[in-house]
């Protein structure tokens, strides 16, 4: 795919290609953090506002781990201080994975697992802690334990760099140097990876442990009155649901190829989130499908006007100085608007659809049609007997 480029489509002087390639990206890692963040929220009841951490971890023992491994399997480097060195590595490796799509799959599902083991990992270690404590201080417990780790990746440099940062191997570099093929198989990557965790996330919520879920979520004195094992049931699901977490990280990190600390903030991995989960409809896996399809591209619109934008001042009024009319500027730089506009759409929801786009419906854990033979109505059981 050397000589292939991917067509430039301009519509009012924007690349519609690359602009849904750009939203086919941001909505598959985020489509995966919600999906998790519904997991424990919408149907589990556990308040995570501490995504960051999982999502950081994931992505920063990822690309150390298998940047490293990978120099040591090819023999690049040897002997030189890696931290140091890594963008010089790392370009060698690159260069290797360019030419050998085996080693580049390979390196791209290594850095998949590891990022979900250390997820699932710390989801483990937060569970000690975490699962005996009520809602309020569970959540706060969870925020503190991700800007803690936020702040060790600035401090230790060993593990990305610190404020210097730390190239990552690119996985997607057999794609060929064509212009955009490379994000185009980093989008359908990242496709997939999310397609098998939302067919998962439904098959959770159609099995009796979603009933489960549910009723932990609704009510955990009677969860516990017949027998169920509420702290056990909410580890379990914080491990799994950060194991995704770690996995969206790693593939963020892959697709940027580099990983630094500034990229792990709250904003980004615990807020837009939960703005996503209350847009779709907590405890409805299509809902957040669908909530971060509408996010993702509003988000990427916005991106776009600011592009055209630019540094213009915007007039939004008139300024009287001393008799003189002049034109009076926008005072708000065009810049931080995506601030802005999440507010603003987390307040609208709030205030007129709390439920969201999608509100949690009664989910089958069996076909209509096996459900109506039960019943009598006729299906593929027939009528009960008499």
């Known amino acids: 795919m050397a000589g292939f480029d991917v067509p430039v489509v301009p519509v009012f002087g924007v690349d519609i290609v690359s602009f849904f390639v750009g939203l086919g990206v941001f909505f598959a890692v985020y489509l995966l953090i919600t999906l998790s963040l519904n997991l424990e929220a919408g149907y589990t009841g556990i308040p995570n506002f501490g995504k960051l951490l999982f999502v950081a971890a994931g992505a920063s023992f990822a690309t150390s781990v298998s940047g490293r491994l990978a120099a040591y399997i ?19 490796v690159d260069n290797v994975l360019a030419a050998n799509p085996a080693y580049s799959i390979g390196l791209f599902l290594l850095s998949l697992l590891i990022g979900g083991l250390v997820g699932a990992l710390f989801g483990y270690i937060s569970s000690y802690p975490a699962l005996r404590l009520r809602e309020d201080y569970l959540g706060m417990l969870l925020l503190a334990s991700a800007q803690f780790f936020a702040i060790f990746l600035a401090a230790y440099d060993p593990l990305i760099g610190a404020t210097a940062g730390m190239g990552s191997p690119d996985p997607y570099r057999w794609a060929g140097t064509g212009r955009g093929v490379r994000d185009v198989l980093a989008l359908a ?67 940027l190829g580099a990983n630094i600390f500034s990229v792990w903030t709250r904003f980004d991995w615990t807020l837009i989130p939960w703005v996503i989960l209350i847009l779709g409809g907590a405890g409805n896996n299509l809902g957040t499908l669908v909530g971060s399809f509408v996010f993702a591209f509003v988000i990427r619109l916005i991106g776009q006007v600011k592009l055209v934008i630019g540094d213009l001042s915007l007039p939004v009024g008139f300024v009287n100085n001393s008799g003189v009319y002049g034109l009076q500027y926008m005072p708000v730089d065009i810049n931080r608007i995506e601030f802005l506009v999440v507010g603003a759409v987390l307040i609208m929801i709030l205030m007129w659809r709390p439920d969201g786009i999608l509100p949690e419906k009664s989910t089958f854990t069996m076909s209509k049609r096996k459900l109506k033979g039960l019943l009598g109505l006729g299906g593929e059981d027939g009528p009960p007997p008499a």
């Open 74 to 92: 090819l023999h690049i480097g040897v002997g030189s201080d890696y931290l140091i060195n890594s963008i010089r590595i790392v370009g060698q």
């Open 189 to 255: 990557m990242m496709l997939i990876v999310a397609g098998g965790v939302y067919v998962y996330s439904e098959r959770v919520a159609r099995s009796p442990l979603g009933r489960t879920l549910r009723a932990v979520r609704d009510n955990e004195i009677a969860s516990g009155a017949v027998g169920k094992d509420i702290v056990a049931i909410r580890k379990k699901v914080l491990v799994i649901a950060s194991a995704i977490a770690g996995m969206s990280g790693a593939l963020w990190a892959m697709y």
